[in-house]
């Protein structure tokens, strides 16, 4: 039983487009909502963060999104850029504090 | 400003074997997370310690254990090793065991554990 789903394993965008990555959460508990950027061989580095009394959250290029009676959030990056090329994480945390961490969704970016 | 470190990197092992992964936190972390992520997948969280305890567990059987030291490293112990074990096995370390609006846990590198 998935709570956090990412639908899309993968994403190709053009490097200056806006790339839009989604998720799903199913527990309205969750109350706390982060993305997370994984390279190879390397661990996850934080992104961006969602209080669940806000909808969106901005940092330079990133704008995450929270429709919480949706049970949704998207994660904008605008411009895209080639280094961004990464797998994107969406991540909630639960009434203990826990992160529940959805499969991932593989953003290319071609120059 | 070290961040969080994992050894080793790469390790393999045959079914029924033990295995040893350790962690060092963040500098100035007290709390440690083990995550599990198989292939194509998130990562799925084990167990947490802090103060030395383990304070939360997911939803893992008995074989995965843990141990926390005073100076905040970590070590995860798998036993009875199966094939479905294989994966990367991520540390987190945090300041304390609630992550608080606005904090974030640290990720450290991974081991990949490959079963055979």
């Known amino acids: 039983d998935q709570q956090v789903k990412q639908n899309s394993p993968s994403l190709s965008v053009q490097e200056g487009r806006i790339s839009i990555l989604n998720c799903d959460y199913t527990?309205?508990?969750?109350?706390?909502f982060l993305w997370y950027k994984k390279y190879p061989a390397e661990g996850p580095t934080f992104l961006i963060s969602?209080?669940?009394?806000?909808d969106k959250n901005e940092d330079g290029r990133f704008t995450v999104f929270l429709n919480k009676s949706a049970k949704h959030l998207s994660l904008h990056i605008v411009p895209s850029q080639p280094g961004d090329s990464a797998v994107y994480f969406c991540?909630?945390?639960?009434?203990?504090?826990?992160?529940?961490f959805g499969s991932g969704t593989r953003l290319l970016v071609r120059p | 400003d070290a961040g969080v470190t994992q050894s080793p990197t790469h390790l393999i092992k045959t079914r029924g074997q033990q295995v040893t992964l350790r962690c060092s936190p963040k500098?100035?972390?007290?709390?440690v997370s083990w995550y599990q992520q198989a292939l194509g997948q998130g990562p799925q969280f084990i167990f947490q310690?802090?103060?030395?305890?383990?304070?939360q567990r997911g939803n893992f059987p008995d074989r995965f254990s843990g141990h926390q030291f005073p100076n905040y490293s970590s070590e995860l112990n798998v036993n009875a090793l199966l094939l479905g074990d294989s994966a990367l096995y991520l540390c987190?370390?945090?300041?304390?065991?609630?992550?608080?609006?606005?904090?974030?846990?640290?990720f450290g590198s991974g081991t990949q554990l490959s079963v055979l």
């Open positions: 969602i209080s669940s009394i806000k």
């Open positions: 310690y802090y103060e030395e305890e383990e304070r």
């Open positions: 987190a370390s945090s300041d304390g065991p609630t992550l608080a609006t606005n904090e974030k846990l640290f």
């Open positions: 991540a909630a945390r639960d009434s203990s504090y826990k992160l529940i």
């Open positions: 527990n309205s508990m969750f109350d706390y």
């Open positions: 500098s100035g972390h007290d709390t």
